[in-house]
């Protein structure tokens, strides 16, 4: 175990930023089809559920199947204590203040929760604290929510946000990717400590490291497409745009012009390099051999480092699984049968390296 790199899966269960998706097509049916892989490869996994959704439903209960898809999300939170799956908090704060006007929804623009005033950042996470720590106490005695996700990757401005974590025990925070910028955010993760490997934030700036043991970051594992499979995948996500239309079913009564929102606009960027496009780790609607390709990159890189703990994280989206459940279980095949010396870890496992001094995280 020692010499074993740790794979980390983490799953943003969620519908659609703008608001769009219903929750049993985006989250309860493909977590299932998802956790039905999991179990037959052995693979553990922490999921991180929008709270912030949850709540937006809860509230909104009288709207048309609203409290139908409350109970959804409820239930595929049993479903995954059920399977013995990691559960933890996930913000998309958008949800906070959004309305219910004529029969439409309507999310707002602050789709970084640093972006909302600091009671507003107390108000949702303190919600989303009790919501979750309610639902998992009728399941497990004493749960540990000791992780946060991030929604659109937005921890900034921290100061507001450090001080909420400490009080509940949030130790764990996933999001930052270094030189990621997203204008419309305020997010700005250039100059981030360290692109791969977990450190201690500092309270005034999250890319900065604190000799303080009480926050650790996990940068999402980089990894990257050469000219190839850039190409490749540019013309399968227009083929595929053609062919998978959301249906009806699925996309719930949103206006257009929140549809049209693009807060995320510009994120990703090109570089005329041998390595063209580069971005982080993650299991979305990509078809078998960008899975094994980006990972493959990703492998090489975290094996070859100094780093005596070895990690990767791998993000996931459940609610992108609508078309690829065979090249994600192909994938998870390809892992098990190719890779000897990795172990899939949870948030909780990992904290538990961390407390027992097994893992010890950059601090300054």
Known sequence: MKNKIKILLEDDNEIKGNGSGHTLLRQYLPTKRYLEILKKYDIKSSFYIDMAHYLFLKKNDSFMDFKFQSKTIEETINMLVDNQMDVQIHIHSQWYGAE?????????????????????????????????????????????????????????????????????????????????????????YRGLHSSYFPYYASKMDIKKVDIKK??????????????????????????????????????????????????????????????????????????????????????????NSKSDYKLMVIETHTKDFLNNIKDIDKFFKYLKNNYSDIEFITTSDLLNDIESNVFKPING
Not at 221 to 228: E, I, R, S, V
Not at 245 to 254: L, R
């Open 100 to 188: 219910i006007i004529d029969n439409k929804i309507y999310v707002t623009n602050k789709w970084n929760i640093g972006q909302l005033r600091p009671d507003e950042q107390r108000n949702i996470f303190e919600e989303s604290y009790t919501a979750l720590n309610k639902i998992l106490s009728a399941k497990i005695n004493n749960p540990k929510l000791n992780s946060f996700k991030a929604g659109s990757w937005g921890l900034q401005p921290f100061e507001t946000l450090y001080d909420l974590f400490n009080e509940r025990g949030i130790k764990l925070v996933m999001g930052p990717i270094q030189n990621l910028v997203i204008k419309n955010l305020s997010v700005d």
């Open 214 to 303: 009480n926050i650790v970051v996990l940068p999402m594992t980089p990894t990257y497409l050469n000219w190839f499979d850039l190409l490749r995948y540019i013309y399968e996500i227009i083929f595929k745009n053609k062919i998978n239309k959301s249906s009806n079913f699925d996309v719930y009564d949103v206006p257009d012009n929140i549809k049209k929102l693009q807060p995320l606009k510009g994120k990703d960027k090109l570089s005329f390099t041998l390595r063209p496009f580069k971005t982080h780790l993650k299991i979305n609607a990509q078809k078998f051999w960008y899975l094994k390709n980006t990972f493959n990159r990703s492998y090489n890189f975290i094996k």
